[in-house]
């Protein structure tokens, strides 16, 4: 079992940049598949981007070259560096933990763990 906390959501301009921190308690977080999805207004929850215990990356193809994934084993934190943000970019962000190896399979079949979100609200 690991227990996440989202941080670092906020109101931004359009081309402003932020950063999302998610801590996480439990054991074994280095073995952990981590990563962010987000939901929009009136959406449902979608894949941003995960990093796997070998430190492979995904994005989505709405985020990448954009967004930069990172983790901290030291720290039991990974974090989301967001640049160039656009008022689609508007959601709640969730991060998630799975027990999945591989950081490929995380947008296909999603997180055993989340956190409860935290808002990032970009206007233009």
């Known amino acids: 079992q690991v227990q996440l906390v989202e941080s670092g959501g906020g109101l931004v301009q359009a081309g402003d940049s932020l950063r999302l921190a998610c801590v996480a308690s439990?054991?074994?977080?280095?073995?952990?598949?981590l990563g962010w999805f987000r939901q929009a207004p009136g959406k449902g929850r979608e894949f941003v981007s995960a990093?796997?215990?070998?430190?492979?990356?995904t994005y989505a193809d709405a985020v990448k070259g954009r967004f930069t994934i990172s983790r901290d084993n030291t720290k039991n934190t990974i974090y989301l560096h967001m640049n160039s943000l656009q008022p689609e970019d508007t959601a709640l962000y969730y991060c998630g933990a799975s027990l999945d190896s591989y950081a490929r399979n995380i947008a296909l079949y999603g997180m055993d763990y989340w956190g409860r979100g935290t808002l990032v609200t970009v206007s233009s």
């Open positions: 439990g054991r074994d977080f280095s073995s952990y598949t």
């Open positions: 990093v796997d215990r070998n430190g492979n990356v």
